[in-house]
């Protein structure tokens, strides 16, 4: 009954904000059974998007509202806000820079005290743009992305913008459930997880990387 807009792991358990306006919150979650183990509720009038966890804290989007929260990683105690321009879609972050998307092809990072947009990155695969990039996870020096409405999550590069990879996961959508969004990773454990809105199911996968060329 989740309706998954931002997924994050971290120590064996999973993060994850979910989205639609009075039924958005903030979860932290048992990875192995999916038991809600704490959880907040946001007021009414806004819309859960993506999270990351940067030190101690999680910083959660919402969609329309142009307001960003700030809360204790332990406690959930909310520490502030922030505002920015347009709307907000995925996030995550490079260890150094918050890093949100906004539905278009375009990436900010943001500085993760005066939330000042230091660069934007412009997605574009072989010289088109790559629209709807929702969800966000920085795994292995790129960036993973949820594509809003289509079964693929794709690679990019954090420098340039440009496309490395497609990702095909139309096999894993249960029937009658929402798109695919939703992506975490575990770093020691080199372990990506993927689930959906609505989906009943979180899944573990690896991911076997083709030569296009040689495919030819």
Request: one cysteine or more; charged letters at 25%; aromatic letters at 12%.
């Amino acid at each position: 009954e989740a309706f998954t807009e931002g997924l994050q792991y971290l120590d064996g358990e999973l993060y994850e904000s979910t989205g639609l306006n009075k039924l958005s919150s903030l979860r932290h979650v048992e990875l192995k059974t999916g038991k809600v183990l704490q959880k907040i509720d946001l007021p009414d009038e806004y819309f859960g998007e993506g999270i990351t966890i940067l030190g101690n804290k999680i910083y959660q989007l919402t969609y329309q509202t142009h307001i960003g929260f700030i809360y204790d990683l332990k406690t959930f105690k909310q520490l502030g806000t922030w505002h920015y321009e347009g709307e907000g879609w995925g996030m995550t972050n490079d260890g150094t820079y918050l890093i949100m998307s906004n539905g278009s092809n375009k990436i900010n990072y943001l500085d993760p005290k005066s939330f000042a947009v230091v660069k934007t990155i412009e997605v574009y695969d072989q010289g088109y743009r790559v629209e709807d990039i929702n969800e966000l996870e920085f795994i292995k020096g790129e960036i993973y992305a949820n594509i809003w409405r289509i079964d693929r999550v794709v690679c990019i590069d954090p420098v340039s913008g440009k496309v490395n990879a497609w990702i095909d996961l139309s096999g894993l959508r249960p029937e009658k459930v929402d798109v695919l969004n939703g992506i975490a990773y575990d770093e020691k454990g080199d372990r990506i997880f993927i689930t959906g809105k609505y989906w009943p199911k979180l899944f573990e996968i690896k991911v076997k990387k083709t030569d296009v060329a040689a495919a030819k």
